[in-house]
């Protein structure tokens, strides 16, 4: 019978099982990459392991491994480090009347305020893993083109959410009118004990845990300052999809995917840069800010997906330069005849007259649809005859 014990404490703690002693096993710190089975991090029993949720943890959660060294019981005991928050236990795989992938979850989503102690049957010898996911952001998910971050209550405090393969540069100390802290941090234990042994029972002993040292940005770097080239070149300005100055996205309870910011996405076709953005809802935008080194007409250029499941024109986006519309747009019309879906270039609009300087670009949803515009890359060029290369 799977039980949740749980801790009423009004601080953040890290919880030790009562007579196990700690001192042998050096604190580990998770490993990104981990969110599947096959990257599960090995830990040992009665280690403190440190976590950090990164960007995508909500979904997929972080996958630790170990092997039962008896028939009985494990516990694994969670402390976050923030009472807003909510997050998920979860163990597969240690019970022999259960096959790999049957998880024994928590009942619900677990509030942070307390420690969490979930317990779980054993047997002997058993490789199985433990699931630490969450947290839920309620309140909303912003990023800028080097930081995402998601917030676990509406008006709460954004918690940044690194990718394992960058990390957060040049974050605001608030966004929104609500501050930007570190990465959520939390503490995981896992401990034994044996059929019928005399401890199955006791209460955890609760020692406090540090709160995080929050660490401020550093100062922005001065922009670099290329020469204009000769006038006779024609002008060529990429971004990509995934380099916003601004997003606005709709809480998770709102949209129909939890889908946002794609880093690396090994499900999609071919991607330029780093990865895409996926727009679920009417209203969600993006914002671009970037510098023209020559005035003049710029021919406007959209990277996106289309695929064989969705009719034409549900990927709608709307456009604006500075401010001002520039037009409305259906996806590229090429063939996707895989799974796999296709992105591609397509020209939109007439055109639109710059001058030299900074400007900004929005890209918005034009609708709830079935399919959600999944942008790419943008390009604008002087050259009415120039075309991007595909990937």
């Known amino acids: 019978m799977v039980k949740t014990w749980v801790s009423f404490i009004s601080s953040m703690f890290i919880v030790i099982t009562a007579g196990a002693s700690f001192a042998a096993e050096p604190e580990l710190t998770e490993v990104e990459p981990n969110n599947r089975p096959a990257q599960a991090n090995p830990i040992r029993l009665d280690q403190t392991v440190i976590g950090i949720f990164h960007y995508g943890d909500y979904d997929a959660g972080d996958y630790y491994s170990l092997t039962a060294p008896g028939k009985g019981k494990m516990t694994a005991t969670v402390v976050l480090a923030s009472p807003d928050c909510m997050f998920k236990v979860g163990a597969m795989g240690f019970h022999g009347n259960r096959g790999e992938t049957d ?25 199985g ?43 605001p100390a608030s966004w929104d009118g609500r501050r930007v802290l570190p990465p959520l941090q939390y503490r995981l234990i896992v401990t034994f004990a044996g059929e019928g042994a005399a401890d199955m029972g006791k209460p955890p002993i609760v020692v406090p845990l540090q709160p995080p040292i929050v660490t ?123 799974d796999k879906g296709a992105f591609g270039w397509h020209r939109v609009g007439n055109g639109v007259n710059l001058t030299t300087g900074t400007h ?32």
């Open 216 to 338: 401020p940005p550093p100062p922005p770097q001065p922009p670099i300052v290329t020469p204009p080239p000769p006038p006779s070149a024609a002008e060529r300005i990429l971004i990509e999809a995934e380099n916003e100055t601004e997003s606005s996205i709709r809480p998770l309870s709102e949209r129909p995917s939890r889908n946002a910011k794609e880093i690396h996405p090994a499900w999609r076709p071919p991607y330029s840069g780093s990865g895409d953005w996926y727009l679920a809802v009417g209203g969600e935008f993006l914002r671009y800010q970037f510098n023209v080194n020559r005035g003049g007409m710029y021919y406007v250029w959209v990277r996106d997906y289309v695929d064989r499941f969705q009719p034409k024109g549900v990927r709608r986006i709307i456009v604006e330069f500075d401010g001002r519309p520039y037009g409305a747009f259906s996806e590229v019309d090429i063939p996707a005849p895989g």
């Open 129 to 171: 893993y433990i699931l630490i996911s969450g947290p839920q952001p309620i309140g909303g998910s912003f990023s800028g083109g080097n930081w995402s971050t998601s917030a676990c209550t509406k008006g709460g405090d954004f918690y940044l959410t690194p990718t394992a393969n960058q990390q957060p540069r040049d974050v």
């Open 360 to 391: 900004t670009m929005k890209v918005t949803k034009e609708a709830t649809t079935a399919g959600a515009a999944i942008l790419d890359a943008f390009y604008l060029t002087t050259d009415p005859n120039d075309r991007p290369a595909e990937k």
């Open 103 to 127: 998880w024994v979850p928590s009942p619900a989503w677990i509030d942070g305020k307390s420690p969490v102690r979930f317990s779980f049957p054993v047997e002997s010898g058993r490789k």
